[in-house]
């Protein structure tokens, strides 16, 4: 009975072997060629733009879907994990490792990026650029179409003005509201940038009750959410004269 239960049928059973030659099909391969016409599970790439980034070859200031609440908010949950080490929270591209000596990251509110459509930073995650390695295999398109609306709205704050607020909601001075915090005034001043970087300009404007930004906030405050007041709109701002894409 113990040598029964010792068969090796499955072990010995016909099988192809990968990459190896068969006399069982006409062309001599083992391996059978896609059916003509269809698709494998996870390859319906039926929007070019959702998985490319690029409309005939170019990037497009638009999204591939609403940019509602909902997406701002897991835009800015998955750029708070992946993109602050090196951008930092407020995008100024004074990052915790550019802190200890790394190369300095883009400043999403210098001129050229505020400039750039919204699919270059969905095209720039998907594939990598200069120093910054791609994010593809860690962040899915969906998500980082996300993360692009949301730098669009962390680039809209820096610039927003009180006709921007809608009508009936109360604006207050960052400053005030730090103080109201328990923080002295400075701590809504504008960001401390690398030497080598470009200077971002300070917020000056926020809903009421917002907490004030800080590149680099105690871990005890609450993060500040910069689409507060700009948060369900992709419009975005101007693009500075003399501009490069």
Known sequence: MLMAG?????????????????????????????VEHTVARGQLYES??????????????MMPFPATIQ?????????????????????????????????????????????????HYFYVMTNGYGAMPDYKAQVTPEDRWAIAAYIRALQLSQNAKTSDVPA?????????????????ASYAGPWPLPSTAVNANPQTLIVAGAPAHSANPPASKNIPDPTTTRGQTTKPPARPSGAQP
């Open 48 to 61: 070019e733009y959702f998985y490319t980034g690029l409309v005939n070859g170019k990037e497009a200031d």
């Open 71 to 119: 997406v701002l908010a897991r835009g800015q949950e998955r750029f708070n994990v992946y993109c602050t080490p090196c951008h930092s929270r407020v995008g100024n591209g004074a990052g915790m490792i550019v802190d200890r000596g790394y190369k300095p990251a883009g400043n999403f509110h210098d001129a050229k990026r505020i400039s750039e459509p919204l699919s």
């Open 168 to 184: 009936g909601t109360q604006v207050e001075n960052l400053s005030s509201i730090a103080e109201r915090l328990g923080e002295p």
């Open 6 to 34: 010792c068969r090796q049928d499955m072990q010995n059973q016909p099988r192809m072997v990968p990459q190896r030659g068969t006399t069982l099909f006409a062309d001599g391969r083992s391996v059978r060629p896609q």
